[in-house]
T-cell receptor, first 113, second 113 residues
Framework: ELKVEQNPLFLSMQEGKNYTIYCNYSTTSDRLYWYRQDPGKSLESLFVLLSNGAVKQEGRLMASLDTKARLSTLHITAAVHDLSATYFCAVGDSGGGADGLTFGKGTHLIIQP | DGGITQSPKYLFRKEGQNVTLSCEQNLNHDAMYWYRQDPGQGLRLIYY???????QKGDIAEGYSVSREKKESFPLTVTSAQKNPTAFYLCASSTDRAYSEAFFGQGTRLTVV
């Protein structure tokens, strides 16, 4: 059974600081996704990571994937208040089939001025 | 505008009642999914469908039923057998191409009264 663990689950940080969210998963997978959720809203796709060593960046967010370590990271650079949200990683079974994703519990990120 | 439409946004159910949540997409996606989200938790897969007239149980299918008579539509019925249905329900869709990402609707918040 595929299990996905995120840490930390809650993070309060100040604007301008850097931090990293970690996503570990338990079985072999070749696809990992990062989503953002604002309170009471749906999920917005941030990154799709499909190969070992993949790194993607969008603005102040950068995501990476190490399939050998079964680890993905989401790094926040010089945080701003607008990045306050809950961030989820989600992992699919190997083979890329359309059979649903397993989600972590999410990291609730609060960025204070 | 292409997208996924869920309705209603809020739904109240009495004890012992069945209710149906609507999900429609005009993205021409073959695969559709239903997830449940509880407060402070990640998403858990209820059912998914990779093609019309076919669907598979996810991790928490008990107390739920679905149909897929049309490519665009994937309604979810929460039956009276679901003992704790109060949650946020999210519908998603994706192409059937390997490693495609899922796009989410705005969600339906179901409350038992």
């Amino acid at each position: 059974e595929l299990k996905v663990e995120q840490n930390p689950l809650f993070l309060s940080m100040q604007e301008g600081k850097n931090y990293t969210i970690y996503c570990n998963y338990s079985t072999t997978s070749d696809r990992l996704y990062w989503y953002r959720q604002d309170p009471g809203k749906s999920l917005e796709s941030l990154f799709v990571l499909l190969s070992n060593g993949a790194v993607k960046q969008e603005g102040r967010l950068m995501a990476s994937l190490d399939t050998k370590a079964r680890l993905s990271t989401l790094h926040i650079t010089a945080a701003v208040h607008d990045l306050s949200a809950t961030y989820f990683c989600a992992v699919g079974d190997s083979g890329g089939g359309a059979d649903g994703l397993t989600f972590g519990k999410g990291t609730h990120l609060i960025i204070q001025p | 505008d292409g997208g996924i439409t869920q309705s209603p946004k809020y739904l109240f159910r009495k004890e012992g009642q069945n209710v149906t949540l609507s999900c429609e997409q005009n993205l021409n996606h073959d695969a559709m999914y239903w997830y449940r989200q509880d407060p402070g938790q990640g998403l858990r897969l209820i059912y998914y469908s990779q093609i019309v007239n076919d669907f598979q149980k996810g991790d928490i299918a008990e107390g739920y039923s679905v149909s897929r008579e049309k490519k665009e539509s994937f309604p979810l019925t929460v039956t009276s057998a679901q003992k704790n249905p109060t949650a946020f329900y999210l519908c998603a869709s994706s192409t059937d191409r390997a490693y495609s990402e899922a796009f989410f609707g705005q969600g339906t918040r179901l409350t038992v009264v």
